[in-house]
């Protein structure tokens, strides 16, 4: 029933460390979403991919790679985690392009917290 | 109880009183408007969005007001409830973009 779930939701590892989040939704949407929360709760955009097409990609560390395998699944992966990357990831999907119009209400999945130590 | 001002972090609230929470956002070519409820530990939640040709939407016990000219968003609850407590974020998007600019957030507290 889920419509956005992400794995794991809990993940603690150590510095230089790779670890991957997954995210699927079973919305039938077009468009996924990575953004970051930090400690004080801001949300920030990261990457977003339309139909497996990157179409958003901020100004990200490139340890961070996100990979679209199909529409309805979005990863992330991380490079040589660093204390600084701690954070809470969230996975969001919308509809996408309809009728010559983007369709902008974005569905957050649960999100990850990580913690690097 | 209402938030004023550019942010303000926090907002305690009576039970049954109605709640407001304000959000300036800078962008004047912002055309689509959203507000998210986050509870804790959860992700964020879609509450009720409005577009730029509209001033005010309404949904059940919520209430968006949306004043172009100051660049002014706000939140309206009625009756608030405990299960309302959580934090509240605005969002912006420009036509035709992808991206939702997110504001800070501000937390309601709501006192039994």
């Known amino acids: 029933d889920t419509a956005v779930s992400q794995t794991p939701k809990y993940l603690v590892t150590q510095m230089g460390n790779d670890k991957s989040i997954k995210c699927e939704q079973n919305?039938?949407?077009?468009?996924m979403y990575w953004y970051k929360q930090d400690s004080k709760k801001f949300l920030k955009i990261m990457f977003s991919?339309?139909?497996?097409?990157?179409?958003i990609n901020e100004t990200v560390p490139n340890r961070f790679s996100p990979k679209s395998p199909d529409k309805a699944h979005l990863n992330l992966h991380i490079n040589s985690l660093e204390l600084g990357d701690s954070a809470v990831y969230f996975c969001?999907?919308?509809?996408?392009?309809?009728?010559?119009?983007?369709?902008?209400?974005?569905?957050f999945g649960p999100g990850t917290r990580l913690l690097v130590l | 109880g209402e938030s004023v001002g550019l942010h303000l972090p926090t907002l305690s609230v009576q039970e049954g009183d109605n709640s407001i929470i304000n959000c300036a956002y800078s962008?004047?070519?912002?055309?689509?408007f959203i507000w998210y409820k986050q509870e804790s530990g959860k992700g964020p939640q879609f509450i009720i969005d409005?577009?730029?040709?509209?001033d005010k939407r309404q949904g059940q016990r919520v209430t968006v007001l949306l004043n172009k000219t100051v660049k002014h968003l706000s939140l309206q609850i009625a009756a608030t409830q405990p299960g309302d407590s959580a934090v509240y974020f605005c969002?912006?998007?420009?036509?035709?973009?992808?991206?939702?600019?997110f504001g800070a957030g501000t937390t309601v507290t709501v006192r039994a």
């Open positions: 969001a999907s919308s509809p996408g392009p309809f009728g010559g119009r983007i369709q902008e209400t974005q569905y």
């Open positions: 919305l039938g949407h077009d468009t």
């Open positions: 991919y339309n139909n497996k097409e990157l179409i």
């Open positions: 962008n004047s070519a912002s055309d689509y």
């Open positions: 409005i577009r730029s040709n509209m």
């Open positions: 969002a912006e998007k420009g036509r035709g973009d992808y991206k939702l600019s």
